[in-house]
């Protein structure tokens, strides 16, 4: 049974930063890409961030570029989300997110999330 | 980026009725990578559908996805109770990956 755990959320003021990270199991970690959404409070879906198996590409969502760094460790089976210069309407639930396949899928098993809140 | 515009944003139905859900693209998809997803109050979303008419294993076949290029349609046929929730398209094919705003189905 796949298995996605987040955790590294919290409290954060304006301007800090926090890292997030997710534990995988159930499935074989370095075949499948892997990602970030995030839902804020009473909202819609919002794609975050992409990474391929080996962790070369990269992608983001344009209101997170530049701010958010995806990475993984497939020795540990672990994503995670490095975030900085947050701003208020980063708040929300952070999943970590499979893709349904090896190749170019949507996304597939979801974890509960953590929660991201972003207040002075 | 891709604008996915979900219509209507709520839809008022019965239990056995047949609900129809759209999505709009601002271009179209190429190998038609849209998928649908349904998320329950204080559930993490489940793929329904994906390649915009594949069914995800266990999803019932009163789920079913249609459309290609820049229109996309989820219909379901017979409502059934467990049905009413938020309904999300997302397209997968282009970088960076969006989300429609959601449809929600209600029960009338």
């Known amino acids: 049974e796949v298995q996605l755990v987040e955790s590294g959320g919290g409290l954060v003021q304006p301007g800090g930063s926090l890292r997030l990270s997710c534990s995988a199991s159930?499935?074989?970690?370095?075949?499948?890409?892997m990602h970030w959404v995030r839902q804020a409070p009473g909202k819609g879906l919002e794609y975050v961030s992409s990474?391929?198996?080996?962790?070369?590409?990269?992608n983001y969502a344009h209101s997170v570029e530049g701010r958010f760094t995806i990475s993984r460790d497939n020795a540990k089976n672990s994503l995670y989300l490095q975030m900085t210069s947050l701003r208020t309407e980063d708040t929300a639930i952070y999943h970590c997110v499979k893709s349904l396949s090896t190749v170019t899928s949507p996304f597939d098993s979801w974890g509960q999330g953590t929660l991201v809140t972003v207040s002075s | 980026e891709i604008v996915l515009t979900q219509s209507p944003g709520t839809l008022s139905l019965s239990p056995g009725e047949r609900a129809t859900l759209s999505c709009r693209a601002s271009?179209?998809?190429?190998?038609?990578?849209l998928a649908w997803y349904q998320q329950r109050p204080g559930q993490a979303p489940r793929l329904l559908i994906y390649?915009?008419?594949s069914r995800a294993t266990g999803v019932p076949d009163r789920f079913t996805g249609s459309g290609l290029g820049t229109d996309f349609t989820l219909s379901i046929s017979r409502l059934d109770p467990e049905d009413f929730a938020m309904y999300y398209c997302?397209?997968?094919?282009?970088?960076?990956?969006?989300f429609g705003q959601g449809t929600k189905l209600e029960m009338k």
């Open positions: 997302h397209q997968y094919g282009s970088a960076p990956r969006t």
């Open positions: 390649g915009a008419s």
């Open positions: 990474i391929s198996v080996g962790g070369r590409s990269t």
């Open positions: 159930g499935f074989i970690f370095t075949s499948f890409t």
């Open positions: 271009q179209s998809l190429g190998s038609n990578y």
